[in-house]
């Protein structure tokens, strides 16, 4: 996947204000966004998404010119199929494993999925061993069995792009290294281009092909995780984040 972001937004609110304003390009199919809490990680995740419209600047990915405010291209979220986990997952309460799963693949006009799209659901929980859970509620799954639910309905629509936004912030140490080997699993298997975010350096050493450093509403730095390459390495975290990095690396 070639990734391209050059994006703008400032938020006010109330006497807080905070300006966006992250430019990076990649190509790669595992691409880690690693910074501190508050620095705009969520906010570019959810640009990418279409959640959120930035003021100024263009996203494309693979040639596909998902926003640009120049010729005012800004591709509708549910056009731009690319599958989004947000950090609580977002599962529906009211609805079962497998209709959250379904929803999907629903069009805003079907009342029900049609026999091809039941299948597809049914093929998914299976390939996630959650068929058991099927008639289930998101309030009695653990943590991970609800990240796998919404991993599922995340891919069941085959999106040429998965945003994943701390996916193992919730779960525990042991079922974060199991989840994080599913995950890599999963990427393999369908073959989709991943964006993860995180501030645990283990999900950068397990996932990042390409590192960007985001603080401060900028991409600070980015670097292949394997074969580092600085482009602005004047700030004292991304300094910190780095030596902990390669001591890690050599550890
Ligand atoms: N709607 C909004 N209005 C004003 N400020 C906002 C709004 N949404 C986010 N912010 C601020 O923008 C900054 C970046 O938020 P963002 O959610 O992108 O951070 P993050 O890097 O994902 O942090 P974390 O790792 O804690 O989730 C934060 O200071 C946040 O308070």
Redesign the pocket.
């Known amino acids: 996947m070639a990734i391209n972001v050059n994006i703008r937004k400032h ?3 109330k006497h ?1 204000r ?1 300006e966006l304003n992250v430019q990076f390009q990649a190509s790669t199919n595992f691409l880690v966004l690693f ?1 501190p ?7 570019t995740l959810q640009s990418i998404a279409g959640l959120i419209t930035p003021e100024q600047g263009t996203i494309t990915i693979n040639n596909t010119i998902l926003f640009d405010s120049q010729t005012h291209i800004n591709i509708p979220v549910h056009c731009r199929n690319i599958g989004y986990l947000p950090q609580n997952y977002a599962l529906f309460p009211h609805l079962t494993v497998m209709d959250n799963i379904g929803f999907g693949l629903k069009k805003f006009w079907q009342w029900s999925l049609n026999k091809a799209e039941q299948q597809r659901v049914q093929d998914i929980m299976h390939l996630f061993e959650i068929s058991n859970l099927a008639n289930s509620f998101p309030r009695s799954l653990s943590g991970g069995q609800q990240q796998r639910v919404a991993l599922a309905r995340a891919l069941v629509c085959k999106p040429n792009l998965l945003l994943l936004d ?1 996916p193992f912030a919730a779960l525990n140490p042991l079922l974060r290294t199991k989840m994080r080997n599913e995950l890599l699993q999963i990427q393999k298997l369908f073959n989709t281009p991943v964006v993860i ?1 995180t ?1 645990d350096q283990a999900d950068v050493d397990a996932f990042g092909e390409t590192v960007v450093i ?1 603080d401060d509403g900028k991409a600070q730095q980015i670097y292949n995780h394997k074969n580092r390459i600085r482009e602005t390495p004047d700030l004292s975290i991304t300094n910190l984040m780095l030596s902990n990095h390669e001591a890690l690396n050599e550890a």
Do not use: N
């Open positions: 938020l006010i609110e807080r905070f910074g809490s508050g620095a705009g990680k969520s906010l701390e975010i501030h985001i």
